[in-house]
């Protein structure tokens, strides 16, 4: 009985089988299986949040995809994925909602990676640190001009200010919407447009020598 | 390379952008990230045994009392004040301290006997092997040639200590000799002869020994009384 009241108490009330006349027994319950669709569109099973390595393997890709689009720099993208776990790490057994999961990992990521960014901006002003060539895999089907337009890309992007250049990957990158990418930046909706407004006047002018 | 960018092509450009992350980078991270982890945990665990044993000797030293040594108690030698000094025809000096006695029985140009009836005195002898110089206390009595020395009454006995030359001690009985840096205590006796004679050759004295007791010392004559009055004193005796 100990037993079962000790995993009654972290694994949640489940159905309660008589065992005698006067005893019995309340087995622990488990959440039910949920599918989720994940980034490529397949149907999978939710994730539980208390199983670290599970979430590690589901939500690592995305995590790098959204660092290396950040950051623009494939060799930072490692540390950085195991950084937000690690952040991660504390907080996972205190999530109750797992389809929180994602953005809150998206969170992490984001904070993390303008802080990297900001950290770089500070290194090249003090000239500590050059420009990083763009270096970044990209999808080989769209062509080789494709890799000249990633350049121009981030050599924009490389002028903005942090800030700037996360809400516009955000939006236009990763095709998150207004509210999601103020949740994701802590802001409100309206510093993330003015934002995005920034960002845009970078673009459709030639680039600065 | 300078070209315009449009915004449209460069959210196309930068959705071609992928992590290229496959199932074995994937493991390699988790790996990586535990490793991490664990490094972590082993940093919090040294942490929090440092804080605890930080806590723990904190309170130590907070809340039990240490022993202290106590303080050593200071000593520190102060001579006694010297009351009175009284001095000699041939040069020497007797200081004696307060509360003493100092009485000179005799001063010729043979013989100096005085007597330390209480109280301490330090005895300065010019040498003179033609002169006796003697001190009597409580039937101790110090001959001396040529010396310093001090001489103490203490209870029933008297300290004979002798920081210059050599004196003769006789106690009833006993007899001894004392040299430099010697002292030694003896037992008080009976004296044999009053003091009240002690004052005879005062003035008198040959070499004017003895006529210059000053300073206060005391004399069986008058104690207490100045040089003057002592003078007087003795006249009035016929002496």
């Known amino acids: 009985v100990t037993t079962f009241a ?35 569109g397949e149907a999978e099973a939710e994730p539980d949040p208390r199983d670290f390595d599970q979430v590690f393997r589901r939500f690592a890709p995305y995590v790098a995809r959204v660092g290396v ?8 993208v490692d540390d950085l994925v195991q950084e937000v776990f690690m952040e991660a790490h504390r907080g996972l057994s205190s999530l109750r909602v797992p389809k929180a999961l994602r953005g809150w990992l998206a969170r992490i990521a984001v904070r993390r990676a303008t802080r990297r960014l900001r950290r770089r901006k500070l290194r090249v002003l003090l000239s500590l640190e050059s420009v990083p060539e763009t270096d970044l895999p990209f999808d080989a089907s769209l062509g080789p001009e494709n890799a000249a337009e990633v350049a121009a890309l981030y050599r924009r992007l490389d002028r903005m200010s942090a800030d700037d250049r996360v809400a516009w990957i955000l939006k236009n990158v990763e095709g998150e919407s207004l509210d999601e990418i103020a949740a994701i930046c802590a802001c409100s909706k309206s510093t993330v447009q003015r934002r995005l407004r920034r960002a845009a006047a970078h673009f459709d002018a030639p680039e600065a020598p | 390379v300078n070209a315009p960018l449009r915004e449209s ?45 930080a806590m723990a000797a904190a309170f130590l030293l907070l809340f039990t009392k240490v ?21 000699f025809a041939d040069g020497s000096e007797a200081r004696s301290s307060a509360g003493s006695k100092v009485v000179v029985r005799t001063s010729t140009a043979t013989a100096i006997e005085t007597a330390l009836d209480s109280g301490e005195a330090e005895f300065s002898v010019v040498p003179n092997p033609e002169r006796r110089f003697v001190v009597h206390a409580g039937g101790v009595t110090v001959e001396v040639v040529g010396t310093r020395f001090r001489v103490k009454h ?62 206060g010392a005391r004399s069986a004559v008058n104690p207490g009384a100045g040089p003057r009055e002592r003078f007087v004193d003795l006249a009035r005796r016929g002496d």
């Open chain 1, 6 to 40: 000790r995993l009654r108490a972290t694994e949640g009330v489940g159905p309660s089988l008589p065992l005698t006349r006067w005893m019995s027994v309340t087995l622990p319950d488990r959440p039910p299986l949920r599918l989720v669709r994940n980034d490529d």
């Open chain 1, 69 to 76: 689009r950040l950051l623009g720099a494939e060799g930072e």
């Open chain 2, 9 to 53: 092509d460069a959210a196309r450009a930068g959705r071609g952008v992928q992590s290229g992350w496959g199932s074995t980078d994937v493991e390699r991270a988790l790996a990586a990230t535990h490793a991490r982890l664990r490094v972590r945990k082993q940093r919090m665990v040294l942490g929090g045994v440092g804080f605890v044993v």
């Open chain 2, 67 to 87: 022993p202290t040594r106590p303080l050593e108690t200071l000593v520190v030698l102060v001579p006694k004040p010297v009351e009175s000094v009284t001095h």
């Open chain 2, 154 to 215: 203490q209870d029933a006995r008297v300290l004979v200590e002798v920081s210059r030359g050599k004196v003769r001690v006789t106690a009833g009985a006993e007899r001894a000799e004392l040299v430099e840096d010697e002292s030694r205590w003896f037992a008080r006796g009976v004296e044999a002869s009053p003091t009240e004679t002690a004052m005879d050759d005062v003035g008198g004295g040959v070499n004017g020994a003895a006529n210059a007791i000053d300073g």
